[in-house]
């Protein structure tokens, strides 16, 4: 029986891996954040932002620092940051209410773990066996998830038990380590297999597929896994996305479809409930607004700081009104806005005003004056 502690650690956490799509750029890195914790946000689930470490000075030989045949090493290299660098993504994504995380692939980047906090760390599929990075993360005495890859029985069970023993919190995902993934190469029935062979633990799903946000989502939660993650990315200053990689529209895409499991899959005693749509649209009309508390110029920049200096909230909430739900932080006012007047979609640049979704369901809610 998977215990009370690790439900609630693992259950219904949506991992979002960024890896190193923030290519050396901290702003890159932190709209990054800001979009999809956006979507986070409206989508109400409990979602982490993982990064990647890397101690570069060790981790690539001397002989083959600079070669720029191997991609892995070139884009390792090429996305170096430094800990102070790190530390502002990982302020970001708790400022932005989500859970940091990493994924440490050498021992230096698991004491970089304990350094930041991180409350959950992330085994790769390709580290499953490797004793000295396993040995570190244990002393640390964090809960985390392994990804069991390309592993075989022997392997899975030896790390299983290995944080078992060590009454480690732990979470198992089903994971194809092809990246992208076809849907035919997705083998979902593992899941059964990984719940059958490991009951005592959650089992989870991370998935590079390029096709579809849908349809393995309804049938992951089906077959039980209850934690998921998917690489995340930005098609910003014309850099290449990945095609194993989601867009900010496309995870909305995937967490709408897990709602859409869960009312199909029914209630449960154990969880709670499901809130309808005319419930939901209900409590939306006491929601509210904000409002400008005095005469603000175009260009004005939102700051958490001084909000309640230059805004407030009142009811009613109009269409297409940004409401006390939606953080403002950093972006920019494109429009000047009058005291007492509703802060728009129209007046604000940021993810509300560039997501299509995002925007559609600000417009629809709230009245129509």
Known sequence: MISPSDRFLFENLFVLELANNHWGDIARGIKIIRDFATVARVNMVRTAIKLQFR????????????????????KTESTRLSMDEFKCLIDEIVRCNCIPMATPFDEFSVELCHTFGLPIIKVASSDISTWPLL???AKIRKPVIISTGGAGDKEIDDCVRFFENRSIPLAINHCVSLY?????????NQIDYLRERYPTHVIGFSTHEKTDWQNSMLISYAKGARTWERHIDIDYNGLEVSPYCSLPYQIDQWFKAHRKALEM????????????KNERLYLDALVRGVYARRDLKEGYVFSSDKFDDDFYLAVPLHKG???????INGEILVKS???????????VDGPYAENETLRQIIMNRGLDI
């Open 55 to 74: 101690d570069v000075d060790s981790f690539i030989h001397p002989s083959f620092k600079g070669d720029t045949q191997f991609r892995y090493i070139k």
């Open 135 to 137: 040995e570190g993360i």
């Open 180 to 188: 992208p993934s076809e849907d035919n190469e997705l083998e979902l």
């Open 265 to 276: 899959c029914g209630g449960s005693n154990s969880a709670r409930r499901i809130i309808g």
């Open 321 to 327: 009104q940004l409401s006390c739900r939606e953080v």
């Open 337 to 347: 806005i009058n005291a007492n007047e509703a802060l728009n979609l129209d007046h």
